[in-house]
């Protein structure tokens, strides 16, 4: 929810700065729809395949980031609620490149093994700071366990990788 407000808060800014009155419209209709709790459908709904909920989540953040995306033509099926805790991690990614990063241009690749999916989120922003750890650290936590790390990009940005058990 959070993110989805963050995001929808800088839409908002975005379109006044523009003065893009259709648009600063939309954005405070969507604003005030992630202003609700999720509704049961939600948590029980989730999209039938990864390759849906990461269109999904990635088509909220297009008109705020450049998003390239690389994944397997076929993978094998996923349990529902690991293709939500994927899309949660992206979305957490995205939103973090975007606002703590500044970034406006982000990579994601997904892979697999035998036994993990590799989610990797690469940004052109400013990299990762030394602040303390927040929500989306617990969340990755809680998705990965010690298998993800964000390190700070050659060049400029930041790398999150995260190796996520596949059930």
């Known amino acids: 929810i959070q993110s989805r407000l963050m995001a929808s808060a800088i839409g908002l800014e975005s379109a006044g700065k523009r003065g893009d009155v259709k648009a600063l419209q939309k954005e405070a209709k969507t604003a005030y729809k992630n202003l609700k709790l999720p509704s049961e459908k939600y948590f029980s709904n989730p999209e039938v395949s990864l390759k849906a909920e990461v269109e999904k989540v990635i088509a909220k953040w297009n008109d705020l980031i450049e998003i390239k995306l690389k994944m397997p033509k076929t993978m094998k099926d996923l349990a529902p609620d690991l293709v939500q805790d994927i899309g949660n991690v ?44 927040g929500l989306g650290s617990e969340w990755f936590d809680a998705i990965a366990g010690s298998k993800w790390e964000l390190t700070k990009n050659a060049k400029a940005g930041a790398t999150l990788t995260l190796q996520v058990n596949v059930r």
């Open 90 to 133: 992206i979305n957490e990614g995205l939103s973090n490149a975007f606002r703590h990063g500044i970034a406006d241009q982000v990579k994601i690749a997904i892979t697999f093994t035998k036994a993990e999916m590799l989610v990797v989120i690469e940004d052109n922003g400013m990299g990762p700071s030394n602040g303390s750890k």
